[in-house]
Nanobody, 120 residues
Framework: QLQAFGGGLVQAGGSLRLSCVAS????????MAWYRQAPGKERESVAR????????YYPDSVEGRFTISRDNAKNTVYLQMNSLKTEDTGVYYC???????????????WGQGTQVTVSS
């Protein structure tokens, strides 16, 4: 089970840090990711991280502004979001996969989502 925390209302240019806490160990979970869904839009991946190598991926829309990290000892994955833009508004979900993969269908464990609202 995954639980996401840390969403809120922030002005454009501000920062937020999201946390995703797993109820069990994430050591065997190689792929951890954050997704977001804006109103009327499809869910999109905004970051993922590999447990084995620490490799990360970001789409161009957040590259340089978002940073994903994981603390296996705390069974937690973080998403540091800086220089937030109004278009970053949405519900953010954490997800887990046995594999570090770009295949969204492999992320089968999902948290409940946390709302991020960026005001202009």
């Amino acid at each position: 089970q995954l639980q996401a925390f840390g969403g809120g209302l922030v002005q454009a240019g501000g920062s937020l840090r999201l946390s995703c806490v797993a109820s069990g160990s994430i050591r065997s979970i190689n792929g951890m990711a954050w997704y977001r869904q804006a109103p009327g839009k499809e869910r999109e991946s905004v970051a993922r991280i590999a447990g084995s190598s620490g490799s990360t991926y970001y789409p161009d829309s957040v590259e340089g502004r978002f940073t994903i990290s994981r603390d296996n000892a705390k069974n937690t994955v973080y998403l540091q979001m800086n220089s937030l833009k109004t278009e970053d508004t949405g519900v953010y979900y954490c997800a887990a996969s046995r594999f570090y993969t770009a295949n969204n269908s492999q992320y089968v464990y999902w948290g409940q989502g946390t709302q991020v609202t960026v005001s202009s």
